[in-house]
Every structure is written in structure tokens, then in C-alpha cells.
């Protein structure tokens, strides 16, 4: 997958500050946030919009369940948000490819439901 989404899917780790995300000056913000372990994207609070070229739309990986419920609030279904949880269970999956993401997409949003751990 090398569109945004597998980049950032693959890992997410970059040195935070006073809750702000340092990027250093040769580097986009979404490269910084790509470089992200999810472990740390867990505790950022953050909310990152997504266009995957492998989903062919728009998703948010989300930092945790305060921001999903803000997402929700706002009008977005469940099955477009990917909580850090959901993203490591996500990778967890053996044989992950890009059919693999779609089909758990698919199914994700047809239930508009979660990537639930060891599932």
C-alpha cells in the first residue's frame, strides 16, 4: 500500500512537545505523523483525515475514543474511523494485504462497526 494510509498503517512515531507534534523543516506534517508508532498516536489525541487510493475514500485514524465520539458528533459514521486500537489490531491480521484492508473495510462499514483485537 504506499498511499498515506499504508504509511501511516505501517508506523506512526514522531517526538511531541506540549502535546504539539515537532516537525522538523524539511518535513510535511503528514510525513511526521506517518513516522508515528501507533503506541504513541494512542496518547496524542489526535484525529488524521485519510484519502486512500487502496479504499477509494476518505477515513480518520483517530487517536482513541474521545475523538471517534467527536467524529460521530459530527456526522461521520463509525465505519470511516480507525481508532489506533483498531489500526494495530488492524496490522495484527496475518497476511494483510491491500484485499485483506479492503474486505475489513467493506465489512467495517457495512455493520458500522469496529476492528475489534484478536477478532
Known sequence: MPDLARRVL?????????GRLLVAPTQTYADAVAEMPLDRFARAGMIVEVDSAI???RVWFVSGEAEV?????QGIGRGNIYSAVELMSLLS?????????????????????????GA
Open 93 to 117: 491480521l496475518p497476511g494483510l494485504n491491500n484485499e485483506a484492508v479492503k474486505s475489513v473495510h467493506v465489512a467495517k462499514r457495512l455493520f458500522d462497526g469496529t476492528v475489534e483485537p
Open 10 to 18: 505501517a508506523k506512526l512515531d514522531r517526538e511531541q512537545k506540549d
Open 55 to 57: 479504499l477509494g475514500q
Open 69 to 73: 465520539q467527536r467524529l460521530l458528533r
